[in-house]
């Protein structure tokens, strides 16, 4: 065979269409054929996940979101701003319950209906811390009641009773009744604490009836 000197086959020519893709591609380090090494997925993966961020993506929230109206591509961490825009409904409640009434705490009295000679008497009487300082009442000028309430609004530690005749002018103890520690109750009956008592006077037979109740007063 005749030999020639030898030559190198040119070079193919590349449509400019071709040319200007491979420039593109280059630069965008995107490839739609999905096999370049600059995105590592296939054309299908690569198109859903964009499909997926896009259509599922939300404007960021926070303090560096204003003025922007950037789109996050990428599947984000759990924000620290979960409903931007919309004000914490706490200092609201706060507000609200600071605006609403308090109503005072009830307080405890002591109520005793005394009846004698026909006639009823009302004696009520709040807690003391001294007992010693309470007056007795007089009873149609026969009789003497006095009831003590010793505690405080919050406790009361005991309730003590006393009644008398007078002889001459001068009292003479003829009952006392003490109850520790008693509970006080909304709207008790008028008896609730001490029952119904009955006590007569020597000589003369007079008769005293009370009753008492430990309740819980609106001030």
Not at 8 to 32: E, Y
Not at 106 to 123: F, H, M, N, Y
Not at 180 to 208: I, V
Request: charged share 20%; hydrophobic share 35%; glycine share 10%.
């Amino acid at each position: 065979m005749p030999r020639g000197p030898m030559t190198r086959p040119g070079t193919p020519n590349r449509s400019p269409r071709a040319t200007t893709w491979g420039l593109s591609r280059k630069h965008s380090g995107v490839s739609i054929a999905g096999l370049g090494p600059e995105t590592g997925l296939q054309p299908a993966q690569l198109h859903a996940r964009q499909v997926l961020n896009v259509a599922g993506a939300t404007p960021a929230c926070g303090p560096t979101a204003a003025g922007t109206n950037a789109v996050r591509l990428e599947p984000e961490p759990q924000r620290l701003y979960p409903r931007c825009g919309v004000p914490s409904a706490l200092p609201l409640v706060a507000l609200t319950l600071w605006a609403l009434p308090i109503s005072p705490a009830a307080a405890p009295r002591l109520r005793c209906e005394v009846d004698q000679g026909g006639k009823t008497q009302i004696i009520e009487v709040a807690p003391v811390s001294d007992p010693y300082g309470v007056q007795g009442t007089d009873i149609n000028g026969r009789f003497r009641f006095k009831a003590v309430l010793v505690g405080d609004a919050d406790r009361i530690d005991y309730v003590a009773l006393y009644t008398s005749y007078l002889s001459d002018g001068r009292p003479v103890l003829l009952h006392e009744a003490k109850y520790q520690a008693p509970e006080a109750r909304l709207d008790p009956p008028p008896a609730a604490l001490t029952g119904r008592q009955y006590l007569y006077a020597p000589g003369l037979e007079r008769e005293l009836q009370y009753g008492c109740a430990l309740a819980e007063v609106a001030p």
